[in-house]
């Protein structure tokens, strides 16, 4: 079973930095894409960053020039850098990784969520 531990989060003042590391492990074959979501007390869940196994990249329009996603393919790990963090970055902020096992079976797996809480 594919497993994600997310590390990271924790309370940083507006204007401040935190970067969130993601790390999977299991029975992993490859891994495709990899992606960061959050989610704010009384909002939905959105996709905040995501990467491609090809290095291209996404984001919300709300991180863009702020937020930073990378992968380390050697280590199965997605990170999120994230800079000028701003008090309604305040969310859970979950991993999602999709891939395929040794077994030749897909996976779509979501990391335990870690909070990141902005100060103003």
């Known amino acids: 079973q594919v497993q994600l531990v997310e590390s990271g989060g924790g309370l940083v003042q507006a204007g401040g930095s935190l970067r969130l590391s993601c790390a999977a492990s299991?029975?992993?074959?490859?891994?495709?894409?990899m992606g960061w979501y959050r989610q704010a007390p009384g909002k939905q869940r959105e996709l905040v960053a995501g990467i491609t196994n090809g290095g291209g990249t996404n984001y919300v329009d709300s991180v863009k020039g702020r937020f930073t996603i990378s992968r380390d393919n050697s280590k199965n790990t997605v990170y999120l850098q994230m800079n000028s963090l701003k008090p309604e970055d305040t969310a859970v902020y979950y991993c999602?990784?999709?891939?395929?096992?040794?077994?030749?079976?897909?996976?779509?797996?979501w990391g335990q969520g870690t909070l990141v809480t902005v100060s103003s």
């Open positions: 299991g029975p992993i074959s490859s891994i495709n894409d």
């Open positions: 999602n990784l999709k891939g395929r096992t040794f077994y030749f079976q897909t996976f779509n797996a």
